[in-house]
């Protein structure tokens, strides 16, 4: 018989050591006006500009996409359409040695009279003592997300039968319960509900909770639920500190 339950042993792993802190207000509205010069430059058709305000790596990555002239112009085109009427912080922090930050922010835009809303995941990294904008994501919007609603926790008797799954999800929440440990991530446009063993469990099988924190990025392997492939019964996480 397959079993289902958790190997606790090697439940729970960090790869590598926690790198990121929260980013100081000034930090944090420096790397805003860098982004807000680009999509300037952006708005301004000003491609070569807006090229200048990125890393070497996005810079390289950017211009081996244009083998034409109108690729250019269809860049600056599709990247007119996504600069953002107004944007809010969700999150900042910055690695130890200061040069390589992260802001994730929640950039709203009227279109046709509809406000559209994304997350924008935007990567900074220092070059020549200058921040430059490096790797950009998009992520749904509030609205477009699926959320996991049915957060209650089932024996691992429920999850029998379940498919396999392996995914991975930057963590939204995570909340240490009497008989368990609930951790909602984010993959794609979903949101699962992650199931682990409780607090004390863990930590009597040498396993540090604490590593399990909003914003980091988790890679889980378990069994999805018979009737409800949002919630997971996990048996190996691997925790990715924030970079």
């Given at each position: 018989m397959r079993r289902y339950l958790p190997t606790l042993a090697a439940l729970l792993s960090l790869?590598?050591?926690?790198?990121?802190?929260?980013?100081?207000?000034a930090q944090q509205d420096q790397l805003l006006a860098v982004f807000a010069?680009?999509?300037?430059a952006i708005a301004a058709g000003n491609l070569d500009q807006a090229l200048a305000l990125r890393t070497a790596a996005a810079q390289t990555a950017l211009t081996q996409q244009f083998k034409v002239p109108n690729d250019r112009t269809t860049f600056l085109n599709e990247a007119r359409?996504?600069?953002?009427?107004?944007?809010?912080?969700?999150?900042?922090?910055?690695?130890d040695a200061g040069d390589k930050a992260l802001l994730v922010l929640l950039a709203s835009k009227t279109i046709s009279g509809r406000l559209a809303q994304e997350e924008f995941d935007l990567s900074f990294m220092q070059e020549g003592g200058v921040w430059k904008l490096g790797a950009t994501e998009e992520a749904p919007?509030?609205?477009?997300?699926?959320?996991?609603?049915?957060q209650s926790y089932q024996p691992p008797?429920?999850?029998q039968g379940g498919n396999p799954v392996t995914f991975s999800g930057r963590i939204e929440r995570a909340e240490s319960l009497p008989d368990h440990t609930l951790v909602l991530l984010m993959t794609g446009e979903t949101e699962v509900c992650a199931f682990l063993p409780n607090s004390?469990?863990?930590?009597?099988?040498?396993l540090n909770p604490a590593i399990i924190q909003p914003w980091r990025i988790a890679e889980i392997s378990g069994v999805a639920e018979r009737s409800n492939p949002q919630k997971v019964m996990v048996n190996n996480i691997t925790v990715h500190a924030e970079e």
């Open positions: 790869t590598v050591p926690a790198a990121a802190r929260p980013l100081d207000g010069h680009y999509n300037r359409e996504m600069v953002p009427d107004r944007v809010e912080v969700m999150h900042a922090s910055v690695n919007g509030p609205d477009d997300i699926k959320h996991c609603r049915d008797s429920a999850y004390t469990v863990l930590q009597q099988h040498g």
